[in-house]
């Protein structure tokens, strides 16, 4: 069975920092792409950040590109989520998702159920 | 960036309606696309993807129609656990984007 587990959300001040992670069983990890994808309070769904099999190649959305880093390590069945220079409108819940082949951009079957990140003085 | 815009925002329907729920592509994405449904407090779920393959496990009543810019998701009668909020995803430029999504809310 495929297991998404999401870590590390918490309450942040603004302009501080947070790691987030998700830990993946079930599948063969490095068979595929991952991404991140969040959800404000009450909104829709915002996708934040992708990365392929390897960790060579990797997208971001506008609202995040410079202060996110996405990474990855293989040997840890692990996904990450690095978060700098956090502004209140990055509140929401944070949801890992596998994508469905190995490259990052695609559709995902699978989700995990979320870690909560507040950016709040 | 690709936006997606769905319609509309908020649909009332009985149980065995047909319900249609649109999304527009403001450029082509071909027939890169997917359909979600999300319940409160729960991850979204899978429906659709390439516009119109239906995931393993979701039933038949839901189909998915379109390509190029405008899209297209069907519920042919629908039930009392299709309440929820479906989203469109495009994946087609190196950037994903959702819809706002569609509420389906009990008439």
């Known amino acids: 069975e495929v297991q998404l587990v999401e870590s590390g959300g918490g309450v942040v001040r603004p302009g501080g920092s947070l790691r987030l992670s998700c830990a993946a069983s079930g599948f063969t990890f490095d068979d595929y792409g991952m991404s991140w994808v969040r959800q404000a309070p009450g909104k829709g769904l915002e996708w934040v950040s992708a990365i392929n099999w390897k960790g060579g190649s990797t997208g971001y959305a506008d609202s995040v590109k410079g202060r996110f880093t996405i990474s990855r390590d293989n040997a840890k069945n692990s996904l990450y989520l690095e978060m700098n220079s956090l502004r209140a409108e990055d509140t929401a819940l944070y949801y890992c998702?596998?994508?469905?082949?190995?490259?990052?951009?695609?559709?995902?079957?699978?989700w995990g159920q979320g870690t909560l990140v507040t950016v709040s003085s | 960036d690709i936006q997606m815009t769905q319609s509309p925002s908020t649909l009332s329907a009985s149980v065995g309606d047909r319900v249609t729920i649109t999304c527009r592509a403001s450029q082509s994405i071909s027939s890169w696309l997917a359909w979600y449904q999300q319940k409160p407090g729960k991850a979204p779920k899978l429906l659709i993807y390439?516009?119109?393959t239906l995931e393993s496990g979701v039933p038949s009543r839901f189909s998915g129609s379109g390509s190029g810019t405008e899209f297209t998701l069907t519920i042919s009668s629908l039930q009392p656990d299709d309440f929820a909020t479906y989203y469109c995803?495009?994946?087609?430029?190196?950037?994903?984007?959702f819809g706002q999504g569609t509420k389906v809310e009990i008439k």
């Open positions: 998702t596998r994508v469905y082949s190995s490259s990052w951009y695609g559709w995902c079957a699978y």
């Open positions: 390439k516009a119109s």
């Open positions: 995803q495009q994946y087609n430029s190196y950037s994903w984007t």
